[in-house]
Structure formats: C-alpha cells, structure tokens
C-alpha cells in the first residue's frame, strides 16, 4: 500500500474539468516538490508537472497542479478523449530517503 | 537527444538473480548532474521505485528492496546495472531505467525514461 494516496479512479465527460488528489503526509508531500506522472495505455510514464505545478514544455495549460499542506493535486480542464490512462504522483519521502510513488489513478473520458 | 534502453533476460528462475542493463545514449552519464534509476512496473499495477545511481557510484534504494538489489554504473560504457537476488514470482514486473532532471535526489523528476522490459519469473 503506498504512502502517497491517490483515488483508483476518476471519470469525466469531454470537456469536463477533473481533479487528482495525492494525500501523504509531512515527510514527502509537506516538505517535498510533488510530480505527477502521466502513462498511456503500453507506454512510459511521462512526466506533466514538477515541482507542484510547472509545466514541462510541449504539455499543454489544461493540466494544473496544486498543493496544500500535506496533499497535492492535479487538475485537467476541458477533458479529451486522450487524456485516458494512469495518473500518478510522486515524491521524496525524509524518512525513507527514497522516492514514493502514489497508487495511481485511471481517468476514464466517457 | 537522450536515449535509454533496457537489456537483459526476459525470464529468471525463482531463488535466482536478475540482472539488467540500461544503456544510455545521447547522453553521458559520467557529466554528472543527473539520478539514474530503476523503477519497476507489476501487472496491472502502480510504478515502484527501485533505487538510484549517481555518476559517482552514490546510491539510494527503496528500503524494502534494499536487502537484494545492487546498481551500478560502468561510465565507461555509459551503461548502469540493476541486480535484484533471490527473486520470486513477485518480482515479475515491467522493469523501467530513468533519469532524472537534476543531481538533486530530493527531486524525482523522472524526464527520460526507457521503453521498459518485461521479465517474468518462473519456477
């Protein structure tokens, strides 16, 4: 079980806007940059958000990240049919000296 | 453009060692400035992180897999290593190299990865 909680699942229709949350607690996502990770169906992860909320160049402005306290979050606004896959957060935990990766999240576009 | 690619056995014998090899391209690893690491991906699962590598031969490893795995670095291939021990079938996995943004453990920015190669283990 990890220690960087995430929800199974997410839904939403295109065009929707949808939130990931990523819960930890003071030794990784409270002291610590957060990453989120996106993985296509048969394909590496990559990387859409660093250090909370930048963005890489070339992933487009509708994925936003945000933190508050010992959680984090990733927005995706006006949702696409190819935005379907693995959502994950991650983070260096103090305790372990070592990096957490959440459980991961699909997103489902209906 | 950086370039990373998995090699190794794609089944091991249960109690056996797996190795793996991750060959770097486009890139040196001996320029410092960057994490190299191994990651690992169970069916149907979330990503698990399997430890580190600098340039320099400085290590970081996930406490639960720290009694078996060993990585290395041969910058003179410009190629780094993952050794996993006493394998079961709970280690068969899709087994990922990265490399990270910066020289800063602390930030997992993962920003080159490799395809990614399945190894399975049998008994």
């Known amino acids: 079980q990890s220690v960087l909680t995430q929800p199974p699942s997410a839904s939403g229709t295109p065009g929707q806007r949808v939130t990931i949350s990523c819960s930890g607690s003071?030794?990784?996502?409270?002291?610590?940059?957060v990453y989120w990770y996106q993985q296509l169906p048969g394909t590496a992860p990559k990387v859409l958000i660093y250090?909370?909320?930048q963005r890489p160049s070339g992933v487009p402005d509708r994925f936003s990240g945000s933190k508050s306290g010992t959680s984090a979050s990733l927005a995706i606004s006006g949702l696409r049919s190819e935005d379907e896959g693995d959502y994950y957060c991650a983070a260096w935990d103090d305790g372990l000296s070592g990096v957490l990766f959440g459980g991961g999240t699909r997103l489902t576009v209906l | 453009q950086v370039q990373l690619q998995e090699s190794g056995p794609g089944l091991v014998k249960s109690s056996q060692t797996l190795s793996l090899t991750c060959i770097v391209s486009?890139?040196?690893?001996?320029?410092?400035?960057?994490?190299w690491s191994w990651i690992r991906q169970h069916p149907g699962k979330g990503l698990e992180w399997i430890g580190y590598i600098f340039y320099s031969g400085s290590t970081y490893y996930n406490p639960s897999l720290k009694s078996r795995v060993t990585i290395s670095v041969d910058t003179s291939k410009n190629q780094f290593s993952l050794t996993l021990g006493s394998v079961t079938a709970a280690d068969t996995a899709v087994y990922y190299c990265?490399?990270?943004?910066?020289?800063?453990?602390?930030?997992?920015?993962?920003?080159?990865w490799g395809q990614g190669t399945q190894v399975t283990v049998s008994s």
């Open positions: 003071s030794s990784n996502v409270g002291n610590n940059y």
């Open positions: 990265a490399r990270t943004l910066s020289s800063i453990a602390a930030r997992p920015h993962f920003n080159y």
């Open positions: 486009g890139g040196s690893i001996s320029s410092g400035g960057h994490y």
């Open positions: 250090r909370y909320y």
